[in-house]
């Protein structure tokens, strides 16, 4: 993969990897994924990303379903 070189203000620099690290994740990966999502055409890969995201949180609905109803309040 190639390399690039950019130029950042060192505030925004600092707030970039401060992101990326409370996201688990590099600055240069956080600015790959940017890229990507703003010039690659949208595709399924958002629904992996869904589930990734949603894997990664571990909530857990101890069994609860619910219906369409059940979502508006009443």
Same mark, same amino acid.
């Given at each position: 993969?190639?390399? #690039? ?6 505030? $925004? ?5 401060? /992101?990326? +690290? ?8 956080? *600015?790959? +994924? ?9 595709? #399924?890969?958002? *629904?992996?990303?869904?589930?990734? $995201?949603? !894997?990664?949180? +571990? ?9 369409? !109803? !059940?979502? /508006? !309040?009443?």
């Amino acid at each position: 993969m190639p390399n #690039i070189t950019i130029s950042l203000d060192t505030e $925004l620099l600092h707030s970039g990897r401060e /992101y990326a +690290k409370q996201h688990q994740t590099s600055l240069n990966a956080l *600015i790959r +994924k940017l890229l990507e999502q703003t010039v690659v055409p949208q595709s #399924i890969e958002w *629904i992996d990303s869904c589930f990734e $995201l949603m !894997d990664r949180a +571990k909530a857990d609905s101890n069994g609860r379903t619910w219906n369409r !109803d !059940d979502l /508006y !309040d009443r």
